[in-house]
């Protein structure tokens, strides 16, 4: 309140026009009574207005708020629209998600590549890798020989050809071509191929110059004389040598002529082809086999070496065998140039008929030179080795040392060289190995025919005839092998009696010996052997053997008939004391009987009654009646004699009783009902009532509910055939198969026969299943989901603990460099 | 604060740009002050005022308290004045330069020519006796005699309460008295 204390601040509000009018009134006051303040209000005054108009340029215009508004303005705009909408664009909540998303996934991706598992979202697939095989062709630009058989497919679409080849052929008579050659574009050698038949059309289309076409089809066209003439027969075949000879040298240099169009062509194809030896260098071993069947084998030697000559070529080996029937066969080696090879071929082809050919091609270029470059180092090793000699002094044990190596090296060289010099001999020269054989050489030379003759006889008197067939064999000058009388236990007499006779002289034995009594069987059989050979042969002689007669006498009584019969029936012991008892009022004997008890308790009987013929269907008759016929059958109907009666042959009844029968009939059937354990109580109650019997039933409930019911019942077919209706009443019938049971002998008809019924009977299947349906494919399909987002979850806490460290240095770094900023600047405070 | 002072300065720190807008007007001549305070030349001045209420703008969330608004517009005007200054000359050695070089220094580029020699030198001295005033008084003295403003309006934009701001005026004018009356009186 003190004014004049506090003079500049009343001076300064004053001038700032800051004083109240009470204040204001005051403060004049005072500095009219003080001329002090009076002073210093004058020295502010002044002061104030210069203050004020020096600086007043610096003073903000009046519309400085307006500019600084546009100002700002402005440069909002500037910044703005870029940080608005970056803004706008942050807080989108679609971009949110997004990115959310996008950063879960790159998570993912990383946490998976940082575990090494599949994180189910492959961004990088590994292309598969693709091998190609590879395809080099090895192209031998040699001859290449094929036939009919393995095609011209090679040929034709130039693929690779095979360092080895064989090709054989087994041909039929006369239509055979040994060889046919083409040339393809891979022709080397300027040698002919003598354009045989077929040879001559594939090398037509195969020939990829114009020029040498031309030049072929003439020489073609030679060649087709030459076949021709060649066919008409040995006598011509000089002629057709001479023919040959002239047309293949035409062909000869018309191929020689073309050739080198060929090998143009050869050439070009080569270009794509990786070629790496050129032609004539390549090393080649050709080598062939055939077979022929000939007429005569030194003609057909002959021949060979007729035509080898001509080929320029020589025999190496012959060796030939005769065998017992006459024929021949042999074998012959032939040696010529490989390039005559197919003409000699196919001048060969008339010799015979080609059984068998086999061609082989063996290119040993790389051995070949594999072999020549190494023996060429072994030769310098041995040179450096020798140097080595001479200049060691002194040193024994060096010596000693070069010397071993030397002589393994020239071991070394001199073992290639020797395989190098095979190698030339063998590629000088085709090697063709020629068989021969006669034709029909597998002949017997002989046949021998072996009769044989089984007869047997009834007589009343077995001893009598007995002695009289003997007498009759001697008389007959037959070689007796073995005579026999015997008297069994029941006092019959068998006779047998073996002899060997003359073929001239057995007709009339043999009907010697018919007379001898009542001829029960006469068998004869016939045996044709060859000898030394095999096969058939229309030249060979045919022997008659020795023939052998097979006797055999017995006693008349010995004739009747012999029959079986099976019977089934439940009173086994009963009927069988029937049967006896049936017998004995007919004057039948019973032979045998036997009663068996099985193990079961079950009885069966076998009787064996010789009941006369006149008895015979009567007692039959009762037997059959005593129960149910299963078998009946005659097995011999002896004849009866010329005198006696047919009834009077007695007859051998075997009887078998028995209880069981084997089943003729099984039938299956399923049937689905929802009340599983009634329907089968009613099966049962359907079985009792036709008599059936029941040999098993049995009912079972399943874990997923399923309830199955079966019933096993046998009972006769003829009602099984009404019984089985009922049955497939229970339910739905799912299936039903029935299976009979072929059986020989049996009655036809046979409505008696047990059939057996297998019924089972099932409830529908559960709707609720352990391992299939809806439910358990939910369950799976879920699970195996959760698995997967586990596992995502999985690699997405990897990945943030990967990146947590960086991302907390980050941030570390980012706050401290705040708490920088923040620190240099100060507020200000008014 | 008051109330509607707060309310304009919250809006205006959501980001409204109209609200914003308002603040510079209000608070312009404030800022120029303190701006001028630092840097000694209108223009240049001028140019700290707008970029530190654009900068203001931009980092307008950095602000927590709107009440503290005036506070921190001025210090960044401050900082935006002193990177102008340093714009100028980035080595200044103030202690080594003599007289001339500071009279060059403080005056902006795009100046008008040079004025009469008396006023250069007053303005200097004018210039010389604010520095001597404490920092905090400078923008109001700049507002009393550069900026023209009167008791009532400098109390409204600074907010001082009356006694403060007698206090401040007296202070300074009483500095300014000391300092200048020598040269005023010439």
């Known amino acids: ?830 | 604060m008051d109330d509607t002072r707060r309310r304009d300065v919250e809006m205006a720190l959501a980001g409204d740009p109209l609200a914003w807008e308002g603040l510079v007007r209000k608070y312009g001549r404030l800022v120029y002050a303190q701006a001028y305070a630092v840097v000694w030349s209108a223009p240049d001045a001028e140019d700290v005022v707008q970029e530190a209420f654009l900068k203001g703008y931009a980092s307008r969330r950095s602000l927590r308290d709107p009440g503290n608004f005036v506070s921190w517009m001025l210090s960044i005007a401050r900082n935006k004045a002193l990177d102008a200054v340093r714009r100028r000359k980035p080595v200044v050695r103030e202690a080594d330069a003599p007289e001339g070089a500071a009279l060059d220094d403080r005056e902006g580029a795009g100046d008008a020519p040079a004025r009469p020699l008396e006023v250069a030198e007053l303005r200097e001295k004018i210039f010389k006796a604010l520095d001597g005033l404490p920092e905090n008084h400078r923008a109001v003295v700049i507002l009393r005699y550069i900026e023209g403003l009167d008791y009532q309006a400098i109390r409204e934009m600074t907010g001082l309460s009356d006694g403060a701001l007698r206090g401040i005026l007296g202070r300074a004018l009483g500095t300014l008295r000391i300092e200048l009356m020598p040269y005023v009186m010439s």
């Open chain 1, 1 to 830: 309140m003190d004014i004049h204390a506090s003079i500049n601040e009343w001076l300064a509000a004053a001038s700032a026009g800051g004083l109240s009018a009470e204040e204001r009134g005051k403060f004049e006051a005072h500095l009219a009574g003080c001329p002090e303040c009076r002073k210093i209000h004058e020295e502010e005054r002044v002061m104030t207005a210069a203050v004020e108009g020096v600086l007043r340029p610096d003073r903000p215009e009046g519309d400085f708020e307006e500019r600084m508004v546009k100002g700002f303005r402005r440069g909002i705009l500037r910044k703005g629209f870029f940080r608005e909408g970056w803004r706008k664009f942050i807080g989108n909540r679609v971009v949110h998600f997004a990115s959310a998303a996008a950063a879960l996934v790159a998570l993912v991706q990383i946490g998976g590549s940082l575990t090494g598992e599949k994180s189910g979202i492959s961004l990088w697939s590994a292309p598969e890798s693709f091998e190609k095989p590879d395809r080099t062709l090895i192209v031998t630009a040699c001859e290449v020989t094929e036939n009919n058989a393995s095609g011209g497919e090679d040929k034709d679409s130039g693929e690779p050809v095979l360092d080895v080849e064989k090709l054989s052929e087994s041909s039929t008579r006369g239509r055979s071509m040994p060889s046919s050659q083409s040339y393809g574009g891979l022709a080397a050698k300027p040698s002919a191929p003598p354009p045989g038949p077929a040879g001559g059309a594939r090398l037509e289309k195969e020939q990829r110059s114009a020029d040498g076409e031309d030049m072929l089809r003439e020489a073609d066209g030679k060649a087709e004389n030459l076949r021709r003439k060649e066919f008409r027969g040995d006598g011509q075949l000089a002629e057709a040598n001479k023919a040959d000879r002239r047309s293949s040298k035409k062909a000869e240099s018309a191929t020689r002529a073309s050739s080198p169009v060929l090998k143009d062509a050869a050439a070009a194809e080569r270009q794509a082809v990786e070629s790496p030896k050129p032609p004539d260098a390549r090393k080649v071993i050709r080598n062939a086999t055939l077979e022929f069947e000939v007429e005569n084998y030194d003609a057909s030697v002959e021949r060979i070496i007729g035509i080898v000559q001509e080929e320029r070529g020589f025999v190496a080996t012959t060796n030939a065998s005769r065998l017992a029937n006459g024929k021949v066969r042999g074998e012959v080696v032939v040696k010529l140039p490989p390039e005559n090879l197919e003409k000699f071929l196919l001048k060969m082809r008339a010799l015979g008929d080609l059984k068998n050919q086999a061609l082989t091609s063996q290119d040993v270029t790389k051995y070949y030179f594999d072999t020549d470059s190494r023996l060429r180092n072994a030769r310098k090793m041995e040179e450096r080795l020798l140097d080595m000699l001479e200049k060691v002094k002194g040193k024994v044990s060096e010596l000693l040392e070069v010397e071993k190596e030397m002589a393994r090296v020239r071991g070394e060289i001199e073992q290639m060289q020797g395989e190098i010099k095979y190698m030339d001999a063998m590629i000088a020269h085709a090697t063709v190995t020629i068989v021969l054989y006669e034709k029909d050489m597998n002949q017997p030379a002989a046949y021998l025919l072996k009769d044989k003759v089984n007869l047997s006889l009834f007589s009343a008197d077995v001893e009598k005839a007995h002695q009289e067939a003997k007498r009759l064999a001697e008389a007959a000058k037959a070689q007796i092998l073995q005579s026999n009388l015997k008297k069994d236990a029941n006092g019959r007499i068998t006779a047998t009696l073996s002899v060997l006779v003359e073929p001239e002289g057995a007709e009339a034995l043999i009907s010697n010996f018919r007379e001898l009594g009542r001829e029960s069987t006469l068998t004869r059989e016939s045996e044709r052997v060859a000898q030394d050979g095999s096969g058939s042969s229309d030249t060979a002689k045919v022997k008659k053997d020795k023939v052998t007669i097979n006797l055999a006498i017995v006693h008349d009584d010995e004739a009747r008939q012999q029959a079986s019969l099976t019977v089934v029936t439940k009173a086994v012991e009963e009927a069988f004391d029937r049967i006896k008892k049936e017998a004995a009022s007919r004057g039948a004997e019973v032979v045998t009987s036997k009663l068996d008890r099985d193990g079961q308790g079950e009885a069966a009987g076998n009787l064996v009654i010789r009941v006369s013929g006149k008895e015979y269907p009567a007692f039959l008759g009762v037997a059959k009646g005593i129960g149910r016929v299963s078998e009946y059958s005659v097995q011999r109907r002896d004849r009866a004699g010329k005198d006696a009666e047919k009834e009077e042959v007695p007859v051998l009844l075997a009887i078998t009783l028995t209880r069981n029968e084997d089943t003729l009939q099984w039938s299956n059937l399923l049937i689905q009902s929802d009340e599983v354990e009634k329907a089968l109580a009613e099966a049962k109650g359907f079985a009792g009532q036709k008599g059936a019997e029941i040999l098993s039933s049995n009912f079972e409930r399943a874990r997923n509910g399923q309830e199955t019911g079966t019933l096993h019942v046998r009972l006769p077919v003829k009602d099984a055939e009404t019984f089985v209706p009922n049955l497939k009443g229970l339910g739905k019938v799912k299936d039903y198969t029935v299976k009979r049971q072929d059986r020989p002998n049996a009655v036809a008809a046979d409505d008696g026969a047990p059939a057996e019924i297998s019924l089972v009977v099932q409830s529908k299947e559960s709707l609720i299943a352990e391992d299939s349906g809806f439910v358990a494919t939910l369950r799976k399909t879920i699970s195996q989901s959760a698995e997967g987002v586990m596992r995502s979850v999985r690699h997405i806490v990897v990945a943030i603990a990967w990146l947590g460290p960086w991302l907390a240095a980050i941030a570390l770094a980012w706050w401290f460099l705040r708490r920088r900023k923040k620190g240099g600047t100060t507020e200000t405070r008014n």
